[in-house]
């Protein structure tokens, strides 16, 4: 099956700075997401992204189909930024709507 | 817009007792259904997904199961649980295959 690696797997900043977090994919996919996932663990949905570039405010992401990753951009990072960031893909064929998830980035925004 | 619920949102119960989650999705129809887990400190894996009533399709062996008596509701089921059932158990919903995934804000679920 597909694998999904996500760097770094911890990541400390002091609130401003900004931040880059990749996953890499083994194999081509159908689609990709970003998820924050927030201290009482709900996955919020940043970016449904399987190619292509988006941005949302302070947040942006770029998925090179082609190359097999995707970056996540954090901006001005802030103190609600903390938690874990998980990058999901779904591959074609097999189970439907089978997300894979990486073990995830967590972030620490210090004030 | 559409929302997803999830009931209980904690659940402490002793090995060997039934379980049962519930899921339901308003604002949309004919969704397709999953249930994810979560270990401590890992990422989600897919149990169970549906295309449709009555349509469950399994991706690990183990000790639960699953039902969609209707359309937007989806329970995760166990006649006996083990402690390895411990864990955060997720449900979603999207659209079709390869569509985006919304998901529910989870049940901790304690076996003890």
């Known amino acids: 099956g597909i694998q999904v690696e996500q760097s770094p797997p911890d990541l400390i900043l002091q609130e401003g700075a900004n931040s880059t977090l990749r996953c890499n994919f083994s194999d081509s996919v159908n689609n990709l997401q970003w998820f924050h996932q927030n201290p009482w663990g709900q996955l919020i949905n940043l970016f449904y992204?399987?190619?292509g570039t988006k941005q949302n405010g302070r947040l942006s992401a770029t998925t090179v189909a082609t190359e097999r990753y995707s970056l996540l951009y954090i901006s001005s990072s802030q103190t609600t930024d903390s938690g874990v960031y998980f990058c999901?893909?779904?591959?074609?064929?097999?189970?439907?709507?089978?997300?894979?998830f990486g073990k995830g980035t967590k972030l620490s925004v210090k004030p | 817009s559409q929302t997803i619920h999830q009931w209980p949102a904690t659940l402490v119960q002793p090995v060997g007792s039934p379980l049962s989650l519930e899921c339901t999705v308003e604002g949309t129809s004919n969704p397709n259904l999953y249930w994810y887990r979560q270990a401590a400190g890992r990422g989600l894996q897919l149990l169970f997904y549906s295309v449709g009533i009555g349509q469950i399709s399994s991706e690990v062996p183990q000790n639960l199961s699953a039902s969609r008596p209707q359309d937007r509701q989806f329970i995760l089921s166990s006649k006996k649980l083990l402690l390895s059932d411990s864990g955060f158990y997720l449900c979603?919903?999207?659209?079709?295959?390869?569509?985006?995934?919304?998901f529910g804000p989870g049940t901790r679920l304690t076996v003890t």
């Open positions: 979603a919903w999207s659209v079709g295959q390869g569509d985006e995934q919304y």
């Open positions: 999901a893909v779904e591959g074609y064929g097999g189970s439907q709507g089978n997300l894979i």
């Open positions: 992204i399987p190619s």
